[in-house]
């Protein structure tokens, strides 16, 4: 799981929330750049277990791959941060209970975002019983990577390492996906900067995979079978995100939306068997990363070629998007396929 963080400009949160937000993330910056090694020095380091000087020699090519579609990698990357814990941040969200309407975190410059991110786990958890006893409903949840936003220098942190054949992939995917959002974040629109960023990174880590390991490597196989799995439920989630939209946008009392609300998710967890109970917030995170892809699948297309259509999406700003935090992307995948054909005349 991964989030953007951004540091900067948080004056605009309200007393003593911002107070908090400031001091931990500041202090957590600043242990992540205090602990960060140069990759080379750490893969020569005879103390380095072997696996993570395996998986930290690989990224300069995973890089050059990414910057060979156009991604603009900068200063990210270039160190390694070993963390000591099971997160980068605790990602925190909330949303309106019966409404898919996100609760907003805005700052000048950068815009709005649907969520914080917090550097210890106990701060995450506070954060979400305040949302939640605000009426929101509220998630928390463990991240493995997270992006400056260009800001800092992002190292590459130990919890971004796995152990199994799977490792290799997912941290090309990571890399691969944070430097989407160093090439391209429109401000205002996380819907549609983390459906961009999950579907090239993915795209690019089935192409990366096969020409690094071969077809019907560990790694492959391994890539493959997570990327299926996760394909039926995310269909399931997203389609519970429409059902529950429809009953939202309904006349019904709210009493009845509740209970139908509690009807459809008790369905979703008993066809899934998730741990943790759905709610408005999970299921707009969902949407987040996920919501875009068949608009992005039609911007492909029409690009017929994935370097075009990142190029494309280079050129698109706020003023081509109807409203912040818009989560129809189907016009603004239209809009990047006519910016490529008109390209191509």
Request: glycine share 8%; net charge neutral; aromatic share 8%.
């Amino acid at each position: 799981m991964r989030t953007v963080v951004l540091l900067a400009a948080l004056l605009v949160l309200p007393g003593c929330l911002m107070t908090r937000y400031l001091a931990q993330a500041g202090a957590g910056q600043l242990e992540l750049l205090a602990k960060a090694r140069p990759i080379e020095e750490v893969v020569e380091d005879p103390n380095t277990p072997l696996r993570t000087a395996m998986l930290l020699a690989e990224i300069p090519a995973i890089k050059q791959y990414g910057r060979s579609y156009g991604l603009r990698i900068k200063r990210n990357y270039n160190s390694y941060s070993s963390l000591g814990r099971p997160a980068a941040v605790w990602f925190v969200g909330a949303a309106d209970p019966l409404a898919f309407k996100p609760r907003k975190w805005c700052f000048p410059i950068v815009g709005c975002f649907a969520g914080l991110g917090w550097f210890d786990e106990d701060d995450g958890i506070r954060h979400k019983l305040e949302l939640e006893a605000m009426g929101y409903d509220a998630i928390v949840r463990p991240a493995s990577a997270y992006s400056t936003g260009g800001w800092f220098p992002d190292p590459v942190l130990s919890t971004m390492l796995g152990g199994g054949d799977d490792a290799f992939p997912e941290l090309a995917n990571v890399i691969l996906h944070e430097s989407v959002h160093a090439t391209v974040l429109v401000a205002d629109q996380p819907f549609f900067n983390e459906s961009l960023a999950s579907y090239v990174a993915d795209t690019l880590t089935d192409h990366w995979i096969a020409e690094r390991f071969g077809r019907g490597s560990p790694e492959e196989l391994a890539w493959t079978l997570g990327q299926a799995t996760g394909v039926h439920r995310t269909a399931r989630l997203l389609g519970a995100y429409t059902e529950l939209k429809t009953l939202y946008e309904s006349k019904l009392p709210r009493d009845q939306k509740l209970r139908r609300k509690a009807d459809i998710i008790d369905e979703l967890v008993d066809d899934l068997r998730i741990r943790r109970r759905p709610n408005n917030a999970s299921l707009t995170e969902a949407r987040v990363y996920n919501g875009g892809a068949a608009a992005l699948i039609d911007a492909h297309r029409a690009c017929g070629d994935l370097r075009k259509m990142i190029e494309s999406a280079k050129t698109l700003t706020r003023a081509d998007f109807s409203k912040t935090l818009q989560d129809d992307l189907a016009p603004v995948g239209k809009l990047m396929g006519q910016r490529c054909r008109g390209a191509k005349s």
